[in-house]
């Protein structure tokens, strides 16, 4: 009986060690790839939290975390901007702005795209994905991670010049 007790321990501290160092390579590229797709840190640590706990709980069932995480965090991302917006479009109803959104120009630009653009031209430029990379991360086709990316950067100079 001692036996067993014994493996159970150094199997989840094995789990525990190797997740950690998972989380310690991940945390603070995803919570800046998800700040950069939602325009706020705290808006980013949760989804990033939320997502990472999701992958603890499924850690020991997953091949590979780190695409898992990035589809995660991605909907996590995606799930937030749409009640943000659908949130944002009812504010403007009720009152004028309120000045809650995010001073620098680049989270105004990035936050008027539509979120396949912006996540196109996050994981473009900021993580360095290739198109295949951003369509498998977004679940699209690849033809059409050009595009997106094309009308974002032409929309993007438009509204920063």
């Not at 939320?50 to 603890?56: E, I, K």
């Not at 997953?62 to 009812?90: F, T």
């Amino acid at each position: 009986m001692d036996g067993a007790d014994d493996d159970r321990p150094s199997v989840v501290g094995s789990i525990d060690v190797d997740f950690t160092r998972f989380y310690e390579r991940e945390h603070a590229g995803q919570v800046r790839r998800a700040a950069l797709l939602l325009g706020s840190d705290d808006a980013a640590n949760d989804v990033v939290h939320d997502a990472l706990t999701a992958v603890y709980q499924r850690w020991s069932s997953i091949d590979d975390p780190g695409p898992y995480l990035n589809r995660a965090v991605l909907n996590g991302c995606r799930d937030l901007g749409r009640r943000a917006a659908r949130d944002r479009k009812a504010n403007r109803k009720l009152h004028s702005s309120d000045g809650a959104e995010p001073a620098d120009p680049l989270f105004d630009v990035l936050a008027g795209l539509p979120f396949n653009q912006r996540a196109a031209v996050v994981l473009r430029f900021y993580v360095g994905m290739t198109e295949r990379e951003i369509a498998v991360a977004l679940g699209a086709s690849p033809g059409s991670v050009g595009p997106w990316i094309n009308r974002a950067l032409a929309k993007m100079r438009k509204e920063l010049s």
